[in-house]
């Protein structure tokens, strides 16, 4: 984007398109369109999907609250067993990963979204009533299909919103989700477990019960709250409209002239980049869904190992520790990316840190240690997470772009079924949790080795997106 001077500083700003020239002088008193556009965006849209994304991953995690406090008991389930079922939900997700997305591209994100929200939460609520180990991985599978294409969709969706200077900040405020998922949903998930005998349910199967009805009600809501493009947008001026899609515009035509020969799915999966993407991603959701699903279960653990009794409210707060410095660590460092402009040191050294670290947190030797190192780990995983889904939009467009995202997020996802089933696995072999950890701090440090690699083969100019204006640092603030 070429600008004659400082756009908030000066009178006069030019935003320059191919044969067109947009004068953007703000009346006095009033932010420019660029500004007002981007901040409208963050607060109307952002908010709402970071909302959807917070209910789903609470949905898909509240497995893990409720398998130390009397699922397992009630349903006779050994640690494999429980890793199965939290691990096959990704195999219903991964089977119908790329066709949801594609589909989402082809409908659009109001009803798409809002149908895979109301799904899920259908099936969520069937967890109520779930009897034996069978009845659980059927439903955890069918969870996986309901939920199939979400996240990627949201990614997309988002990205479709803002140009590529402000994609990182968007998507980090939108990423606050997952941690604050477990900073406030840990505590949540406490409150609801304490509630048992609450109409005639057990205290996990209550706690399903609580989780699942959000779903059905915000997926409703999405269907006339979201809109699937700018142009839709009538809470945007015409020179803020006219702004995004100009921009947007812009960057479309510039994508690699070969993903349009090709074709936008042959674009995609014929992509060495995409596949390298997929590798590094299934190394960053291995160390997160290892730390979610069996965080609660090693606290569970601290009171044998050393000598303290920790009560359910008291194990959802330890729980939702190392997400409060994870969100703060998100932010800062995808803010220093977006001034900056995004370097390969920005995914690299969150991937090596948390690698190292994860192993690590079971030889600390005292609960406070332990979770400290924890919150390293978690700090390092969601202060990469943002930045690395800047990536893919970087050199994708239209079906390519949804095929993509959804690719990488699908092989990366294998990993979601991987972790649990195999920490389980061997925790069960080896008796411990040492093992396991030090093979989910492999597949980080593995991570950080292939984006170092990708980086070096890639054009200088094909990296990164450009930094974004001062007036990025007013969003959120």
């Known amino acids: 984007m070429n600008r004659t001077g400082d756009p908030y500083g000066s009178p006069v700003a030019k935003h320059q398109f191919p044969g067109v020239v ?21 607060i109307r849209i952002v908010p709402f999907v970071a909302l959807m994304f917070f209910i789903n991953f609470l949905d898909r995690t509240a497995i893990s609250f409720a398998a130390p406090n009397g699922m397992e008991q009630d349903l006779g389930l ?9 691990g096959v939900f990704f195999i219903g997700y991964i089977i119908l990963e790329v066709p949801s997305n594609l589909a989402l591209h082809r409908y659009g994100a109001r009803r798409w979204l809002a149908r895979i929200m109301v799904s899920w939460g259908i099936v969520s609520l069937l967890f109520v009533w779930v009897q034996n180990f069978p009845q659980l991985v059927a439903l955890r599978f069918l969870l996986g299909v309901a939920e199939a294409g979400f996240f990627p969709g949201a990614i997309l969706f988002l990205s479709s919103w803002v140009p590529a200077a402000y994609r990182g900040r968007i998507l980090a405020l939108f990423y606050l989700a997952q941690p604050l998922t477990s900073v406030i949903g840990a505590p949540l998930a406490g409150l609801l477990l304490q509630q048992h005998g609450a109409l005639g349910l057990a205290g996990w199967r209550f706690m399903f019960l609580g989780v699942s009805i959000p779903a059905i009600i915000i997926g409703v809501v999405c269907w006339f709250y979201l ?33 349009k020969a090709k074709g936008g799915l042959r674009a995609a999966f014929g992509s060495g980049r ?3 993407l997929c590798l590094v991603y299934f190394g960053f959701i291995y160390g997160l869904y290892a730390l979610s699903f069996f965080l609660p279960t090693i606290i569970n653990g601290f009171q044998d190992q050393y ?61 406070a240690a332990t979770v400290a190192v924890i919150s390293i780990t978690a700090m390092s995983i969601f202060a990469a997470l943002p930045n ?8 994708l467009s239209g079906a390519g772009a949804a095929a993509g995202v959804a690719l990488i997020n699908t092989v990366g996802n294998i990993a979601g079924f991987a972790a649990p089933y195999v920490t389980g696995g061997v925790h069960d072999w080896t008796g411990g949790y040492q093992v396991p950890m030090i093979i989910v701090g ?10 170092t690699l990708l980086a070096r083969r890639t054009p200088q100019a094909q990296q990164a997106p450009q930094s974004a204006p001062s007036t990025a640092e007013e969003l959120g603030s």
């Open 307 to 367: 000598h303290v009794e920790i009560g359910t409210l008291t194990q959802g707060l330890i729980t939702a520790i190392p997400y409060v410095p994870a969100a703060i660590a998100l932010w800062f460092w995808t803010r220093d990316a977006t001034r900056r402009g995004l370097r390969t040191w920005h995914i690299a050294i969150p991937a090596l840190v948390g690698g190292v670290s994860i192993p690590l947190a079971l030889f600390a030797g005292s609960l």
């Open 274 to 276: 995409v596949w390298v």
């Open 22 to 42: 947009v004068d953007t002088i703000p009346p006095p008193g009033r932010p420019s369109p660029e500004r007002s556009a981007i901040r409208k965006i963050s």
């Open 227 to 259: 809109k699937d493009k700018p142009a839709d947008a009538g809470w945007l001026t015409g020179p803020e409209r006219s702004w995004l899609e100009q921009s947007l515009a812009r960057e479309e035509a510039a994508k690699q002239p070969e993903q």
């Open 388 to 395: 690395f889904w800047t990536l893919p939009t970087r050199f």
């Open 78 to 86: 050994t640690a494999a067993q429980f890793g199965l079922a939290s």
């Open 442 to 451: 492999f597949f980080m440090v593995l991570s950080a080795v292939l984006i």
